[in-house]
C-alpha cells in the first residue's frame, strides 16, 4: 500500500510544480485523452435506435432503475413526501434515537436478539443528524448543473426539456429513497464511533447475505474506485476551475497566476473544513447550503414576482415543447433525452454517492433517512433547476438572448444575463454563489472520496493525511489548468459508478422494503401509543 501511496504522491508533484504551463497543461490533457479517451466513450456511449434517435446507456439505466424502484416501492416519490418532512423535522427523533420498542413498548421481535426494554444505553449509532445529512448530500449536487446545466439544456432541448427535467427529478427520488436506505443498513460504525458508509459496504455486506459475495466485493471495488477518481475530478478539479473562471472575470485580473493563487485560497479553506470529518463538513453544509439555496430561489422568485403575468405562458411553452420539439434539435426525442438527461445527471440519483453521506445519519431505522434523501431531487431538481428555467424563459419571451435550438458552451453566463435582465448586476451575486456552490460541492465530494480511499487502503491516520493532500493538491491544479479530456474522464468516473450501484440496489431491493416497513410500522406504534394516552387522559378528565 505504501508503494501505491508514494507512486501517486510522484505522479501529483510534478503537475503542481507545473500547474501553471501552458505546454504541461496541454501535455496533461493529451495524455488523458490518448490513454483514457476509449473508458469516457464506452460510459457515455449512445444507442442508436434509429439515424436520428439516440440514447445514452447510462442515462437508460438511471431512468429505468428510477421507474422500476417508484413501482416496486408503490410511488414512495409521493407518498412519503409529507412523512419525510416531518422526519426532517424531528417529529419521530425519540423512537429513531432509542426505538419504538423501549419506549413504547412494541411487542415486535427485537433486531439482533436484543432485548431492547432491558437495555439501559441504547442510543442510535451516526454522527449528524436527519437535516445535516440532508445538506450534506445537497451540497454536492446542488451547484453548478442547476445554474449552467439548465441554460445548456435548454438551449438545446427548448422549454419542453423543462417538463422532462422535472418528471426525472420526481422519479429519482424513489432511486434516492432505495440507495439511501441502504447505506445505513450496511454501514459500518468504529469504536470511536466514526461511521463508514456507502455503496461500498451494501454491495459488498448486501449480496454476501444473498449468496453472491465474491460478486458484490468486486462491484464494491469498482464503485470504490469510481468515487475516489470522481472526486478528484468532477467532484474537485471541475468546481475549483469554474469557480476560479467566474472570480477571475468579475475582477477582471490580469496577472496570469491569479487562478492559481484563488485556488491556494480555496484549498485552505476547504482544508480548515475536511479535516475535521463529516461532522465539521455537515457543520458547514447546513449552514451554507440553505444560506446559498435560498438567495438564489428569492432572486428567482423575485423575478418571477415581477413577471406574474407570464408565467402561465411560461408553463405553455414548456408543455407544448415537451411533447412536439418543433423547430429544436434532435425534435420530440432530442428534447426528452435533454430534460431527463439533465434532471437526472443533476440530481445523481442512482449514482450511489448522495448513500455515502445519508449513512452517517444518527437513527436506528434506515428507511427514516431513505425517506429524508427522497428530497433531495426534488428540491435540487424539481424545484430550483425548474426556477432558473423558468427565469430563463419568461425573460427571454423576446429571444433577445438566446435562440432555441442552438447549442451554448457558457450556461453561467447566460443565467446571469437572465437574472442581470430584472435584477441589475445579480451577476456578482450570481459569482458569489457559483463560488459557494463549488466549495459546498467540493467538501462533500471529499468525503465521498475519503470513504472510497478507506475502502481499499484501510482506516488511518496516514491514508487519511495522503487522501486530503492530494484532494488539495488537485483543487490547486483544478483553479490552475485548463482541464479538457481530465473532466471529461472525471465525469465518466462518476457516471461509472452507476453500474455497480444499480445493479446492488435492484438486488437488494427486498431488503428495503423490510426496512421501510420496520419504520412505517414503528410510527404507527407511536401514534397508537400517543392516541391511547389521550384518551386515558379524556377519561380521567
Excluded at 439505466?61 to 414512495?76: D, H, S, W
Excluded at 426494554?117 to 442547476?146: K, M, P, W, Y
Aim: net charge negative; with cysteine.
Amino acid at each position: 500500500m505504501k508503494r501505491i501511496l508514494l507512486s501517486l504522491l510522484t505522479i501529483i508533484t510534478p503537475l503542481v510544480t507545473f500547474a501553471q504551463e501552458q505546454s504541461t497543461s496541454e501535455a496533461i490533457d493529451e495524455t488523458f485523452r490518448n490513454y483514457t479517451g476509449w473508458f469516457v466513450e464506452a460510459i457515455f456511449y449512445e444507442i442508436p435506435f434509429t439515424e436520428t434517435f439516440q440514447i445514452p446507456w447510462v442515462l437508460i439505466v438511471l431512468i429505468g432503475g428510477a421507474l422500476y424502484f417508484t413501482v416496486y416501492f408503490k410511488l414512495i416519490n409521493f407518498t412519503g413526501f409529507w412523512t419525510a418532512i416531518k422526519v426532517v423535522r424531528g417529529q419521530y427523533e425519540d423512537i429513531e434515537k432509542h426505538g419504538a420498542d423501549t419506549l413504547y413498548g412494541d411487542p415486535t421481535d427485537n433486531e439482533g436478539e436484543n432485548i431492547i426494554e432491558t437495555i439501559r444505553d441504547d442510543s442510535a449509532d451516526g454522527e449528524v443528524s436527519h437535516f445535516q445529512a440532508l445538506t450534506a448530500a445537497l451540497s454536492a449536487t446542488v451547484g453548478l448543473g442547476n445554474i449552467a446545466g439548465v441554460a445548456v439544456a435548454l438551449s438545446i432541448g427548448g422549454p419542453g426539456a423543462t417538463f422532462w427535467m422535472i418528471l426525472a427529478g420526481l422519479l429519482g427520488m424513489a432511486s434516492k429513497f432505495a440507495e439511501c436506505t441502504l447505506g445505513v443498513k450496511y454501514r459500518d460504525v468504529g469504536e470511536d464511533g466514526t461511521v463508514y458508509g456507502g455503496p461500498m459496504y451494501y454491495l459488498s455486506k448486501g449480496l454476501k447475505e444473498k449468496g453472491a459475495g465474491g460478486i458484490g466485493k468486486v462491484l464494491a471495488v469498482l464503485f470504490a474506485i469510481f468515487v475516489i477518481g470522481g472526486s478528484f475530478g468532477g467532484g474537485n478539479m471541475f468546481q475549483a476551475n469554474q469557480a476560479a473562471a467566474q472570480f477571475v472575470k468579475l475582477f477582471d485580473f490580469q496577472n496570469d497566476n491569479a487562478g492559481m493563487f484563488f485556488g491556494i485560497g480555496m484549498a485552505v479553506l476547504v482544508a480548515i473544513v475536511i479535516i475535521g470529518g463529516i461532522k465539521r463538513i455537515a457543520s458547514v453544509t447546513e449552514k451554507i447550503v440553505p444560506f446559498m439555496a435560498g438567495i438564489y430561489v428569492l432572486a428567482a422568485l423575485i423575478i418571477l414576482g415581477a413577471n406574474f403575468p407570464l408565467i402561465d405562458d411560461a408553463f405553455a411553452l414548456i408543455y407544448e415543447g415537451a411533447f412536439s420539439g418543433l423547430g429544436i434539435a434532435g425534435g420530440l426525442i432530442g428534447v426528452m433525452i435533454q430534460g431527463i438527461r439533465r434532471g437526472a445527471f443533476s440530481n445523481e440519483a442512482g449514482v450511489g454517492s448522495a448513500a455515502i453521506a445519508h449513512s452517517a445519519v444518527r437513527t436506528k431505522y434506515p428507511a427514516s433517512e431513505g425517506i429524508v434523501a427522497l428530497l433531495e431531487p426534488f428540491v435540487d431538481t424539481v424545484v430550483i433547476c425548474t426556477m432558473t428555467a423558468l427565469v430563463i424563459i419568461i425573460t427571454n419571451f423576446d429571444g433577445s438572448f438566446m435562440e432555441y435550438g442552438t447549442p451554448i458552451a457558457e450556461g453561467v453566463e447566460l443565467t446571469a444575463t437572465a437574472f442581470d435582465s430584472v435584477i441589475p448586476h445579480f451577476s456578482i451575486i450570481l459569482t458569489i454563489a457559483v463560488i459557494l456552490f463549488a466549495f459546498s460541492t467540493m467538501i462533500s465530494w471529499s468525503y465521498y472520496g475519503m470513504q472510497g480511499w478507506k475502502y481499499l487502503f484501510g482506516r488511518g491516520k496516514v491514508t487519511d493525511m495522503v487522501y486530503k493532500f492530494l484532494f488539495l493538491m488537485f483543487v490547486i491544479i483544478g483553479a490552475s489548468i485548463s482541464l479538457g479530456a481530465v473532466i471529461d474522464f472525471s465525469d465518466a468516473m462518476i457516471f461509472a459508478m452507476v453500474v455497480p450501484n444499480i445493479i446492488g440496489v435492484i438486488l437488494l431491493t427486498p431488503v428495503v422494503r423490510k426496512e421501510l416497513k420496520k419504520y412505517m410500522d414503528a410510527i404507527k406504534t407511536k401514534k397508537s401509543a400517543l392516541e391511547e394516552g389521550a384518551e386515558d387522559i379524556n377519561k380521567q378528565l
